[in-house]
């Protein structure tokens, strides 16, 4: 899982992007991400500062993500189960968590050559809902094929769920989510999860 997330972490915030020229809730899914990668490699590129990479992180990966959805799907029926509070605490420990290993996994990322080819959308994309399949190339490494389930919301278009090389981040953490509840009930998932939370470099669940 930690591998996991550190390869996701990297075109994750290619996606999320630098500038709102094309962050507009009319723009297509697949052209917001190409038109964004640019700016954000310049950025991976140049600073290795924690504090410089939890600001992008925070103000370019954030916005862009329903958090609230993820964590619904990872928790599946412990979602439905938890009270509002805990389902509060759920969202806001995995939301941190995340963005911690967002982080983390950026300072150790490679400063090499990054490029991203996004496929065009099919023109039988679902209204409000899209797949955007992309590639990631680096010289001396093979493509790795991370695709981008996306959702239509009043803001604009927001990522869902994750899938590299056909694993899916949600999936990833619904079967870690149901072995913690099962150790020690949903305050024992919430509780593991803002540990984690304090410890980024430990990556996930595991």
Known sequence: MKN?????????VLFAGAGTAA????????????????????VIRDNKDPQTLRTLAEQKVVPHFDFRQMTQMAAGKVWREASA????????????LLVNTYTSALGRSSAGPKT???RPLPA?????????KTMVKEPGKPPVAIDYRMQKEDAGWKVTDVTIENISLVTNYRSTFTQEV?????????????????????????
Request: hydrophobic content about 40%.
């Open 4 to 12: 996991l997330i550190a390869r996701l972490v990297c075109t994750v």
């Open 182 to 206: 099962a150790r020690s009930g949903i305050d024992g998932l919430i509780k593991s999860l803002e540990e984690k939370s304090r410890s980024p470099t430990r990556g996930g669940m595991g």
């Open 23 to 42: 962050t507009g809730a009319d723009t297509a899914p697949d052209m917001l991400v190409k038109s964004v990668v640019e700016d954000v490699l310049a």
């Open 124 to 132: 039988s994309a679902a209204q409000g809902e899209a797949l955007v």
């Open 85 to 96: 509070s805990q389902q509060q605490a759920l969202e806001n420990a995995f939301r941190t």
């Open 116 to 118: 991203i080819e996004v």
